[in-house]
């Protein structure tokens, strides 16, 4: 059960050892620009694969939904980036139902790990496969695989190199449940902390932090949902900053020239090197330069 890119490699290689009898996504929906309907891709992959029962549940505590999980009979349910499943569904598993998480749990319960991650600065992480719970993401570990964080990543970067992790931790969770070798260990919920969904008010560049945690920020909106300011009265995003070495910028103060776009911070400054300007695509911070046409100096809000 998955829905988005991360989870297509986790069904691949499941599928590779034991042929997945089923999947389940959501809905077709329309997409891009054209609102074009188009399918998940989970469901796009199970396609190529030649999975032959696809399931996509508007509701997953409509009765007809839990009707075709018995008739399937499942050994094991696999949810990797999927909804919040049921009882209902979840119970059905012979062998037990299990999630993939990119945390190391319980560090970061949520919608939203592996950009939590970035902006904290961690550096480590990594993925956890835990039985499923009423409560979310609160399970008994089963396995888990940790990952280094080298400083400067973005989320986008993060999410690309825990996808491949993430499946083979899938692959083995299945056959330790299937071989009767999985062993679930509590988690100790005084160590919790949380990854709730961001949301487009969250990503307003906070200036008056330090210019590492500023660029952590930028980098743990980047590439999505992106991490936005206020420039001339226009939105724009900056997708990727490094530290700079001056700090003579006062908190949101921006000065460009030399082919620096520098902005000052609560203690020194980042230097932008990714960007999109509001209704534009995103630039490099070369082809911003030659296509800006405005002040040398100014203040983002």
């Known amino acids: 059960?998955?829905?988005?890119?991360?989870?297509?490699a986790s069904l691949e290689a499941i599928h590779k050892v034991y042929s997945v009898a089923a999947v389940v996504t959501t809905p077709d929906k329309p997409q891009g620009r054209g609102l074009k309907v188009l399918p998940s891709p989970v469901k796009a992959a199970a396609q190529q694969l030649g999975v032959d029962t696809i399931l996509q549940p508007a509701s997953l505590k409509a009765p007809e939904f839990r009707q075709a999980?018995?008739?399937?009979?499942?050994?094991?349910?696999?949810?990797?980036?999927?909804?919040?499943?049921?009882?209902s569904i979840y119970t059905l598993a012979r062998l037990g139902s299990f999630n993939i998480h990119a945390s190391l749990l319980p560090r970061y319960r949520g919608a939203a790990p592996i950009n939590w991650a970035i902006?904290?600065?961690?550096s480590e992480t990594g993925a956890t496969s835990f039985l499923l719970a009423d409560s979310v993401d609160t399970g008994a570990?089963?396995?888990?695989?940790?990952?280094?964080?080298?400083?400067?990543?973005?989320?986008?970067?993060?999410?690309?190199t825990l996808m491949p992790i993430a499946a083979q931790l899938a692959a083995d969770t299945c056959r330790a449940l299937a071989?009767?070798?999985?062993?679930?260990?509590?988690?100790?919920?005084?160590?919790?902390?949380l990854a709730p969904k961001i949301f487009?008010?969250?990503?307003?560049?906070?200036?008056?932090?330090?210019?590492?945690?500023?660029?952590?920020?930028?980098?743990?909106?980047?590439?999505?949902?992106?991490?936005?300011?206020?420039?001339?009265?226009?939105t724009l995003k900056i997708l990727r900053a490094e530290l700079h070495e001056h700090s003579a910028l006062h908190i949101g103060?921006?000065?460009?020239?030399?082919?620096?776009?520098?902005?000052?911070?609560?203690?020194?400054?980042?230097a932008v090197r990714q960007l999109?300007?509001?209704?534009?695509?995103?630039?490099?911070?070369?082809?911003?330069?030659?296509?800006y046409r405005g002040p040398d100096q100014g203040i983002v809000v």
């Open 276 to 291: 999109q300007p509001e209704g534009k695509k995103a630039l490099s911070i070369d082809d911003f330069m030659r296509g």
């Open 1 to 8: 059960m998955g829905t988005p890119e991360f989870a297509v």
């Open 253 to 270: 103060e921006f000065a460009i020239g030399n082919g620096v776009f520098r902005v000052g911070c609560g203690s020194g400054e980042i």
């Open 69 to 87: 999980i018995e008739e399937l009979a499942p050994d094991i349910i696999a949810v990797v980036a999927f909804r919040i499943l049921p009882r």
């Open 179 to 193: 071989e009767g070798t999985a062993v679930g260990r509590p988690q100790n919920d005084e160590q919790a902390t």
């Open 119 to 122: 902006i904290n600065g961690d």
């Open 141 to 160: 570990v089963l396995d888990m695989r940790s990952l280094g964080i080298p400083d400067g990543m973005t989320a986008g970067e993060l999410h690309d």
């Open 200 to 234: 487009r008010a969250d990503c307003r560049i906070p200036w008056h932090k330090s210019a590492r945690d500023v660029r952590n920020f930028i980098h743990g909106m980047a590439p999505y949902p992106g991490a936005w300011t206020e420039m001339h009265g226009k």
